[in-house]
T-cell receptor
């Protein structure tokens, strides 16, 4: 069965620190990969996605992620976080052979201290 | 344009009562998904609609849960004889389908079973 694992459950950083959130998935076929963000009191929003092509994808608000097929990973990065990045981050996979459902990781809570 | 909307935003019900949760997808989106977000379980897929049919119901936790979609638009998730473990945030998402896999999420319905 497909699964997604996020290594960090709770991350605390100071403003301007660099961020990397780990995400690994288990699925043998072609995958589409996503990072969603949920700011406090708001609904889930798409941060970035990978369907094909350049494995380094750029999203909104300065976030980027790199798809490494050999490692089944899709880690999220940002060079310099801001207090407004405080949120919960979810990695998700959509296997192309399934019916469209997203399999989510458990989520990572990021707290950025001003 | 309008995003995905859900109603009610909050619902408190007594154990054993039935509840209906509504989702209005983005106009023109053919695919509709229900997910559940609860403490300790993260985000779980419940059911997927393509048009009015549901080719994937694999995430529905029991036969107390059912969903329908009419006119290829509005969907209703019904939970019969609610139990305390049904307390969660129920999220709806829609996507354009046809090879477009990006899902747009609604604000959710927070269900509390007392």
């Amino acid at each position: 069965a497909q699964s997604v694992s996020q290594h960090n459950h709770h991350v605390i950083l100071s403003e301007a620190a660099s961020l990397e959130l780990g995400c690994n998935y288990s699925y043998g076929g072609t995958v589409n990969l996503f990072w969603y963000v949920q700011y406090p009191g708001q609904h889930l929003q798409l941060l970035l996605k990978y369907f094909s092509g350049d494995p380094l994808v750029k999203g909104i608000k300065g976030f980027e992620a790199e798809f490494i097929k050999s490692k089944f990973s899709f880690n999220l990065r940002k060079p310099s976080v801001q207090w407004s990045d405080t949120a919960e981050y979810f990695c998700a996979v959509h296997g192309s052979s399934n019916t469209g459902k997203l399999i989510f990781g458990q989520g990572t809570t990021l707290q950025v201290k001003p | 344009g309008a995003g995905v909307s859900q109603s009610p935003s909050n619902k408190v019900t007594e154990k054993g009562k039935d509840v209906e949760l509504r989702c209005d997808p983005i106009s023109g989106h053919t695919a509709l998904y229900w997910y559940r977000q609860s403490l300790g379980q993260g985000l779980e897929f419940l059911i997927y609609f393509q048009g009015n049919s549901a080719p994937d119901k694999s995430g529905l936790p029991s036969d107390r849960f059912s969903a329908e979609r009419t006119g290829g638009s509005v969907s209703t998730l019904t939970i019969q004889r609610t139990q305390q473990e049904d307390s969660a945030v129920y999220l709806c998402a829609s996507s354009g389908g046809g090879g477009t896999y990006e899902q747009y999420f609604g604000p959710g319905t927070r269900l509390t079973v007392t």
